[in-house]
């Protein structure tokens, strides 16, 4: 299997990349794409749901952003260590009536030697508002160098 850098055990800047690298692969809402750089045996919590595998994985991302609309997301790492990474994240979002969300959460995740996530803990909550208050407007896609964090933003 080839490697999916950047690899454990993690540096700042190398936990930095592999968080950017994470926020831009679910920014493209492709759910067979960020797939691959999970372990074929991945086992997550996401919230109440209990997830293992790549096939699970795509099709709970599949359901995920048929409900989320407009996703878009920003993660900062939170702490590191070895093969392990923490983050933080915000993403906002509207469903099929045109409310919107922001929604907050923390990640835990733990790296196989060849860089994919073999483990990966959820907890995420839900903060309806208004489109007047939202935060996130650029293009669908990658959030654009330059656009501020999570901390910048004041989240």
Same mark, same amino acid.
């Given at each position: 299997m080839a490697d999916h850098p950047p690899i454990p055990p993690f540096? !700042? /800047?190398s936990a930095v990349k592999k968080v950017r690298? %994470? /926020? *831009? &692969?679910?920014?493209? =809402?492709d759910p067979h794409k960020v797939s691959l750089v999970y372990t074929e045996d991945s086992r997550w919590r996401n919230r109440d749901e209990f997830v293992t595998g790549r096939e699970q994985i795509v099709e709970f991302l599949t =359901?995920?952003?048929s409900r989320e609309l407009d996703y878009r997301l920003i993660k /900062? #790492?939170? %702490?590191?260590? &070895? *093969? =392990?990474? %923490?983050?933080?994240?915000? !993403?906002?979002?509207?469903?099929a009536s045109g409310q919107w969300y922001r929604s907050y959460g923390n990640e835990n995740w733990e790296f196989d030697d060849d860089g994919l996530m073999a483990v990966r803990?959820?907890?995420? *909550?839900? #903060?309806a508002i208004s489109e007047s208050e939202r935060r996130y407007h650029w293009p669908l896609g990658p959030r654009p160098e330059g656009h501020p964090g999570l901390s /910048?933003? &004041?989240f």
């Amino acid at each position: 299997m080839a490697d999916h850098p950047p690899i454990p055990p993690f540096t !700042y /800047e190398s936990a930095v990349k592999k968080v950017r690298m %994470a /926020e *831009n &692969g679910w920014n493209s =809402r492709d759910p067979h794409k960020v797939s691959l750089v999970y372990t074929e045996d991945s086992r997550w919590r996401n919230r109440d749901e209990f997830v293992t595998g790549r096939e699970q994985i795509v099709e709970f991302l599949t =359901r995920k952003w048929s409900r989320e609309l407009d996703y878009r997301l920003i993660k /900062e #790492l939170w %702490a590191f260590g &070895g *093969n =392990r990474i %923490a983050v933080r994240f915000a !993403y906002e979002c509207h469903d099929a009536s045109g409310q919107w969300y922001r929604s907050y959460g923390n990640e835990n995740w733990e790296f196989d030697d060849d860089g994919l996530m073999a483990v990966r803990h959820a907890s995420i *909550n839900d #903060l309806a508002i208004s489109e007047s208050e939202r935060r996130y407007h650029w293009p669908l896609g990658p959030r654009p160098e330059g656009h501020p964090g999570l901390s /910048e933003l &004041g989240f």
